[in-house]
């Protein structure tokens, strides 16, 4: 039976190969096609026939399916098959005469936010780092400020981390640094 060789140059058993596993999974699932499989694992007719005589390897693939299934892989994949089709549908739609200027004018807005799914459209870091090297005169000081982009309705929660420190203390800018009554100064 056709086997699958490791980087290390010895044959693993199909039955052990997670990425065979998986896709005749996705292939039971309708995701994958026979003509990709075989080309991929360049099985001949007869390999290709004699996979489904191998009880250890059906089992695993009804196993995997299962688990794909359970986790919501399964539904995600072939949701994504789906949605590559809207695109078409939603300009047959845009470019119908005798649609509803109503539906045309949503479907060209609906095809405008799946065309920005690029770099740009891509969501902001949940994160503000500064960090400010001081170390131009030799004092090896260099301050780390870390702080979630998120309006906080607690603005002295900001750090400076200092990496450098022996002991890795976090340390506040002096802002906001309590005084020994408890009180912030200005």
Same mark, same amino acid.
Request: one cysteine or more; proline letters at 7%.
């Given at each position: 039976?056709?086997? *699958? *060789?490791d980087?290390?140059? +010895? ?6 190969? =997670?990425?065979? $596993? ?6 039971? %699932?309708?995701?994958?096609? %026979?003509?990709?499989?075989?080309r991929?694992y360049?099985?001949?007719? /007869? ?7 191998d009880? #250890?390897?059906v ?10 299934i359970?986790? !919501? ?6 949701? +994504?098959? =789906?949605?590559a089709?809207a695109?078409?549908v939603l @300009? /047959?739609?845009?470019n119908? +005469? ?5 539906h045309? $004018?949503? /479907? ?9 799914? @690029?770099?740009?459209?891509a969501?902001a870091?949940?994160?503000? *780092?500064?960090?400010?090297?001081l170390t #131009?005169? !030799?004092?090896?000081?260099i301050? =780390? ?5 998120a ?5 002295? &929660?900001?750090?400076? $981390? *200092?990496?450098n420190?022996?002991?890795k203390q &976090? ?6 640094k309590d005084?020994?009554? !408890?009180?912030?100064?200005?």
């Open positions: 039976m056709g086997d *699958v *060789v980087l290390r140059g +010895q044959p693993l058993p199909l039955e052990d190969n =997670h990425e065979f $596993i998986n896709d005749f999974a996705r292939y039971c %699932e309708g995701i994958l096609d %026979e003509k990709f499989l075989r991929k360049r099985f001949d007719d /007869s390999t290709w026939e004699s996979l489904g005589n009880d #250890a390897l089992e695993k693939i009804a196993n995997e399916k299962l688990r794909r359970r986790d !919501g892989t399964s539904a995600r994949e072939r949701a +994504q098959v =789906h949605f089709t695109p078409d @300009g /047959s739609i845009l119908d +005469q005798h649609a509803s200027p109503r045309r $004018i949503e /479907s060209a807005k609906e095809l405008r936010t799946v065309a920005a799914n @690029g770099p740009e459209a969501p870091s949940d994160r503000f *780092v500064i960090t400010i090297n #131009a005169d !030799g004092s090896n000081h301050e =780390h400020y870390d702080k979630a982009r309006i906080d309705p607690n603005p002295n &929660e900001m750090k400076a $981390i *200092v990496p420190d022996d002991d &976090e340390l506040l800018p002096a802002a906001i005084d020994d009554s !408890g009180k912030k100064p200005l």
